[in-house]
Protein backbone atom coordinates (compact mmCIF):
# COMPACT_ATOMS: atom_id res chain seq x y z
CA UNK A 1 0.00 0.00 0.00
CA UNK A 2 2.99 2.21 0.63
CA UNK A 3 4.42 1.60 -3.11
CA UNK A 4 0.49 2.75 -3.92
CA UNK A 5 0.35 6.03 -2.05
CA UNK A 6 3.62 7.00 -3.10
CA UNK A 7 2.46 6.31 -6.73
CA UNK A 8 -0.94 8.67 -5.75
CA UNK A 9 1.78 11.37 -4.82
CA UNK A 10 3.73 11.52 -7.64
CA UNK A 11 0.72 11.51 -10.17
CA UNK A 12 -1.03 13.93 -7.73
CA UNK A 13 1.86 16.88 -8.22
CA UNK A 14 2.41 15.76 -11.95
CA UNK A 15 -1.74 17.03 -12.62
CA UNK A 16 -0.99 19.68 -10.13
CA UNK A 17 1.93 21.17 -12.34
CA UNK A 18 0.00 20.37 -15.73
CA UNK A 19 -3.76 21.72 -14.17
CA UNK A 20 -2.87 25.05 -12.06
CA UNK A 21 -5.24 24.45 -9.79
CA UNK A 22 -4.87 27.94 -7.53
CA UNK A 23 -5.90 26.76 -4.16
CA UNK A 24 -6.80 28.12 -0.90
CA UNK A 25 -4.40 28.17 1.84
CA UNK A 26 -4.27 24.04 3.08
CA UNK A 27 -7.18 23.74 0.85
CA UNK A 28 -4.60 20.60 -1.43
CA UNK A 29 -3.39 19.26 1.60
CA UNK A 30 -6.97 18.74 2.92
CA UNK A 31 -8.41 17.71 -1.02
CA UNK A 32 -5.13 15.32 -1.41
CA UNK A 33 -5.55 13.70 1.69
CA UNK A 34 -9.48 13.36 1.12
CA UNK A 35 -8.50 11.35 -2.36
CA UNK A 36 -5.87 9.40 -0.55
CA UNK A 37 -8.47 8.19 2.22
CA UNK A 38 -10.66 7.21 -0.68
CA UNK A 39 -8.33 5.45 -2.68
CA UNK A 40 -7.40 3.58 0.35
CA UNK A 41 -11.23 2.67 1.71
CA UNK A 42 -12.09 1.36 -1.97
CA UNK A 43 -9.40 -0.80 -2.28
CA UNK A 44 -10.01 -2.16 1.10
CA UNK A 45 -13.60 -2.71 0.90
CA UNK A 46 -13.84 -3.44 -2.79
CA UNK A 47 -15.44 -6.56 -3.84
CA UNK A 48 -13.39 -7.16 -6.56
CA UNK A 49 -10.70 -10.13 -5.77
CA UNK A 50 -7.12 -8.64 -5.63
CA UNK A 51 -6.12 -11.27 -8.30
CA UNK A 52 -8.81 -10.58 -11.04
CA UNK A 53 -7.88 -10.12 -14.23
CA UNK A 54 -10.11 -7.69 -15.97
CA UNK A 55 -10.88 -7.60 -19.33
CA UNK A 56 -10.68 -3.74 -20.47
CA UNK A 57 -9.89 -0.80 -17.82
CA UNK A 58 -11.04 2.40 -19.28
CA UNK A 59 -12.07 1.12 -22.67
CA UNK A 60 -12.78 3.41 -25.25
CA UNK A 61 -15.28 1.85 -27.60
CA UNK A 62 -17.53 3.33 -30.69
CA UNK A 63 -20.63 1.00 -32.07
CA UNK A 64 -22.16 1.98 -35.42
CA UNK A 65 -25.72 2.28 -34.51
CA UNK A 66 -26.83 3.39 -38.07
CA UNK A 67 -28.74 0.07 -38.79
CA UNK A 68 -31.38 1.23 -35.70
CA UNK A 69 -31.21 4.83 -38.15
CA UNK A 70 -28.95 6.39 -34.98
CA UNK A 71 -25.79 8.30 -35.02
CA UNK A 72 -22.43 6.50 -33.64
CA UNK A 73 -22.06 6.01 -30.03
CA UNK A 74 -18.55 6.46 -28.41
CA UNK A 75 -17.69 5.82 -24.71
CA UNK A 76 -15.43 4.69 -22.12
CA UNK A 77 -16.34 1.52 -20.22
CA UNK A 78 -14.83 2.20 -16.75
CA UNK A 79 -14.09 -1.41 -16.05
CA UNK A 80 -15.03 -4.71 -17.47
CA UNK A 81 -14.42 -7.36 -15.38
CA UNK A 82 -13.51 -11.23 -16.23
CA UNK A 83 -16.55 -12.71 -17.66
CA UNK A 84 -17.44 -9.52 -19.11
CA UNK A 85 -19.28 -7.64 -16.38
CA UNK A 86 -19.21 -4.37 -16.95
CA UNK A 87 -18.57 -1.53 -13.83
CA UNK A 88 -18.99 1.69 -13.57
CA UNK A 89 -17.36 3.91 -10.86
CA UNK A 90 -19.29 6.96 -9.20
CA UNK A 91 -18.26 9.30 -6.09
CA UNK A 92 -21.12 10.75 -4.54
CA UNK A 93 -21.97 13.01 -1.39
CA UNK A 94 -24.84 10.58 -0.06
CA UNK A 95 -25.87 7.09 -0.17
CA UNK A 96 -28.38 6.49 -3.08
CA UNK A 97 -31.36 3.88 -3.10
CA UNK A 98 -30.90 1.14 -5.22
CA UNK A 99 -34.28 1.64 -7.25
CA UNK A 100 -32.17 5.69 -7.65
CA UNK A 101 -28.97 4.64 -8.50
CA UNK A 102 -30.45 2.03 -11.25
CA UNK A 103 -33.00 5.33 -12.69
CA UNK A 104 -30.53 7.71 -12.83
CA UNK A 105 -27.54 5.68 -14.24
CA UNK A 106 -29.96 3.38 -16.54
CA UNK A 107 -28.85 5.03 -19.59
CA UNK A 108 -25.08 5.15 -18.84
CA UNK A 109 -25.32 1.81 -18.00
CA UNK A 110 -27.51 0.88 -20.96
CA UNK A 111 -25.08 2.78 -23.44
CA UNK A 112 -22.25 0.88 -21.99
CA UNK A 113 -24.07 -2.91 -22.64
CA UNK A 114 -24.27 -1.20 -26.29
CA UNK A 115 -20.79 -0.77 -26.98
CA UNK A 116 -19.78 -4.04 -25.11
CA UNK A 117 -21.94 -6.23 -27.45
CA UNK A 118 -20.75 -4.02 -30.30
CA UNK A 119 -17.53 -4.62 -29.51
CA UNK A 120 -17.31 -8.04 -28.62
CA UNK A 121 -19.81 -10.04 -30.11
CA UNK A 122 -20.91 -11.38 -27.08
CA UNK A 123 -23.78 -10.24 -24.28
CA UNK A 124 -22.63 -8.78 -21.31
CA UNK A 125 -22.68 -11.29 -17.85
CA UNK A 126 -23.54 -8.16 -15.65
CA UNK A 127 -23.63 -4.84 -15.14
CA UNK A 128 -22.19 -3.21 -11.59
CA UNK A 129 -22.50 0.50 -9.97
CA UNK A 130 -19.41 0.99 -7.41
CA UNK A 131 -20.53 3.86 -5.76
CA UNK A 132 -18.21 5.51 -3.18
CA UNK A 133 -19.98 7.75 -0.97
CA UNK A 134 -17.97 10.28 0.68
CA UNK A 135 -19.39 11.11 4.29
CA UNK A 136 -17.74 11.34 7.53
CA UNK A 137 -17.53 7.50 7.78
CA UNK A 138 -16.98 6.61 3.65
CA UNK A 139 -18.86 3.60 2.59
CA UNK A 140 -18.98 1.21 -0.87
CA UNK A 141 -22.43 1.10 -2.22
CA UNK A 142 -22.26 -2.19 -4.88
CA UNK A 143 -25.39 -2.02 -7.12
CA UNK A 144 -25.38 -5.08 -9.09
CA UNK A 145 -27.74 -5.99 -12.34
CA UNK A 146 -28.14 -8.32 -14.78
CA UNK A 147 -27.52 -7.97 -18.91
CA UNK A 148 -29.69 -5.05 -20.45
CA UNK A 149 -33.30 -6.01 -21.59
CA UNK A 150 -34.93 -5.67 -24.37
CA UNK A 151 -37.38 -2.95 -22.85
CA UNK A 152 -33.93 -1.27 -21.34
CA UNK A 153 -31.91 -1.06 -24.84
CA UNK A 154 -35.34 -0.06 -26.41
CA UNK A 155 -35.85 2.96 -23.74
CA UNK A 156 -32.04 3.72 -24.91
CA UNK A 157 -32.34 4.06 -28.47
CA UNK A 158 -35.81 6.52 -27.87
CA UNK A 159 -34.30 8.68 -25.88
CA UNK A 160 -31.07 9.01 -28.40
CA UNK A 161 -33.81 9.05 -31.31
CA UNK A 162 -35.48 12.12 -29.50
CA UNK A 163 -32.64 13.88 -28.74
CA UNK A 164 -31.22 13.45 -32.37
CA UNK A 165 -34.43 15.12 -33.77
CA UNK A 166 -34.07 17.60 -31.02
CA UNK A 167 -30.67 18.55 -32.59
CA UNK A 168 -32.80 18.76 -36.19
CA UNK A 169 -35.06 21.13 -34.82
CA UNK A 170 -32.40 22.74 -33.00
CA UNK A 171 -34.66 22.57 -30.15
CA UNK A 172 -32.12 23.06 -27.55
CA UNK A 173 -34.49 23.20 -24.76
CA UNK A 174 -32.40 23.59 -21.02
CA UNK A 175 -32.91 20.98 -18.45
CA UNK A 176 -31.47 21.80 -15.27
CA UNK A 177 -29.57 19.85 -12.91
CA UNK A 178 -26.48 18.95 -11.84
CA UNK A 179 -24.85 17.99 -14.88
CA UNK A 180 -24.76 22.11 -15.38
CA UNK A 181 -21.90 22.27 -13.18
CA UNK A 182 -19.41 20.89 -16.11
CA UNK A 183 -21.60 22.53 -19.06
CA UNK A 184 -20.03 25.14 -20.87
CA UNK A 185 -22.93 26.15 -22.02
CA UNK A 186 -24.44 27.32 -19.13
CA UNK A 187 -24.80 31.21 -19.91
CA UNK A 188 -26.81 30.31 -23.42
CA UNK A 189 -29.22 28.19 -20.75
CA UNK A 190 -29.89 30.55 -18.99
CA UNK A 191 -30.95 33.23 -21.28
CA UNK A 192 -33.19 30.84 -22.99
CA UNK A 193 -36.84 31.59 -23.35
Known amino acids: ?9 TLWQADQAKEQVRWDDGEEL ?13 LKATPIPPNEMAEGVEVSVEADLSKHGLPRLIGIIDLVRAGGRIVDFKTLGQTPSEEKA ?17 STGKIESGRELHQ ?16 M ?6 RLFRQMES ?8 DFVPSPGMQ ?8 ECKRWS
Open 1 to 9: MEQLQQQFD
Open 30 to 42: GEKQTAWSLVDFY
Open 102 to 118: IHTNEVQLSGYSILYRD
Open 132 to 147: LVKTKTPKLIVTQQGP
Open 149 to 154: TEPQQT
Open 163 to 170: YVAGLDRQ
Open 180 to 187: CAMCSFIN
